[in-house]
């Protein structure tokens, strides 16, 4: 079923005409979509995003989560990161008159800056930790500065994990021995405080699966640390071929891609024959949406091509393993504003001697670099 728009209105506006019926019309009976999903299915997730004051993530937000890190310590530091952390000087701040002194030097008043960074016991903490991992870090800022220039420190992805570790485990460690000076009474004790990060920083490494680099410098760290290194697995040598289609099949390419998450997205395909020479190409660009989206529309745009040309012996080739799968499977599980066109794609396809499988992005050079200029070209 399509539009059926009068002769009149097609001579007189033939470019708005042309854009509806680009607009695929779905058999299926009219139904309610919730649009601030991709399903168009309401969830208490969609609901409370889309009644929620939308904020800039912070750029540290992801690395403070890990399977490694207990989730405590993770609150804690996004506690410490934002200055909600109640020291004598917050407390006073809020009403609290008290007084103030560090218990660790018991030489100052106890502020964020000098609890943390400044005291001589906590330095010494520093220090530890900077000539164990062979990084010297520089305390002259605030906490979320000394994090920001622990994370641009080149690791190997084991390496990484245990530095960002010992980095949130000595601020938890100093919090915690305050905590326990304070309400327990005692004094801490600064060999009591670097075992309690060693051994934090050992279970942590269980914990990951990083590996390591096959190097002298990483391999004397870990030794230091008390871990075995995990060196990397061997590459593994795949051979990739583009393998032509028999005779009287097309065979078309396709891929999408979408700078962002969403971001500008295009869609992108090729058609050869079985002898390798090229029957078409498209490109068409998408407007913003995710990248999945672009490999799903690629993918539309390749069988409805090959039907309106009367290619009915189609195989279609993507290196999206979303978009193989779900069309192996028939599957209408889509995005809601993408159900219309993939119930037509389907329809045509149980029309048409169909064949989809899957290809490693090298053997489908030509489609992504028509894909990456697509959000800017359209042709076929």
């Known amino acids: 079923m399509g539009w059926d728009i009068h002769a009149s209105f097609k001579a007189s506006h033939p470019v708005v005409a042309f854009e509806i019926e680009k607009v695929v019309v779905s058999t299926d009976p009219d139904s309610l979509v919730w649009t601030c999903s991709l399903d168009g299915i309401v969830s208490c997730k969609s609901a409370y995003d889309s009644l929620s004051e939308v904020r800039s993530p912070v750029f540290w937000g992801k690395q403070i989560w890990a399977s490694f890190i207990p989730p405590s310590r993770s609150v804690f530091i996004w506690r410490l990161f934002h200055g909600k952390i109640p020291t004598d000087i917050a407390l006073r701040a809020r009403g609290f008159i008290s007084p103030s002194r ?3 030097c018991c030489a100052a008043e106890e502020d964020l800056r000098h609890l943390f960074l400044d005291c001589p016991f906590v330095h010494g903490l520093w220090e530890a930790v900077s000539s164990t991992f ?15 220039e622990a994370m641009r420190v080149v690791f190997s992805t084991q390496m990484k994990a245990l530095w960002r570790v010992s980095i949130i485990t000595v601020f938890w460690v100093v919090w915690f021995l305050r905590n326990q000076a304070t309400f327990e009474g005692g004094k801490p004790v600064f060999t009591d405080a670097l075992s309690l990060i060693w051994r934090s920083v050992r279970e942590a490494d269980s914990l990951q699966s990083g590996t390591m680099k096959n190097s002298v410098d990483e391999l004397q760290t870990l030794h230091r640390l008390h871990v075995s ?9 795949l051979e990739v071929n583009w ?3 028999p005779p009287g099949c097309l065979k078309v390419n396709t891929d999408g891609a979408a700078f962002g998450s969403p971001g500008l997205a295009g869609c992108a395909g090729v058609f050869r024959t079985c002898r390798g020479f090229v029957k078409g190409c498209f490109a068409i660009p998408l407007g913003v949406c995710f990248a999945f989206e672009a490999e799903l529309a690629a993918a539309v745009h390749a069988i409805d091509y090959a039907w309106t040309f009367g290619w009915r012996r189609l195989w279609l080739e993507s290196d999206s393993t979303f978009v193989v799968n779900i069309l192996r499977s028939r599957s209408r599980k889509v995005p809601w504003r993408w159900r219309p066109a993939w119930d037509r794609c389907l329809s045509l396809i149980s029309q048409m001697d169909f064949a989809v499988t899957h290809i490693y992005r090298e053997g489908n050079q030509v489609a992504d670099s028509l894909a990456s200029r697509s959000p800017s070209i359209t042709f076929f």
């Not at 062979?134 to 920001?148: E, N, R, V």
């Not at 290194?229 to 040598?237: H, L, S």
Request: some cysteine; glycine content about 10%.
């Open 102 to 104: 560090c218990r660790f």
């Open 134 to 148: 062979g990084h010297k870090l520089k305390l002259d800022g605030t906490c979320l500065d000394l994090w920001q």
């Open 229 to 237: 290194g995990r060196p990397p697995k061997a590459p593994r040598i």
């Open 243 to 245: 393998r032509p289609p």
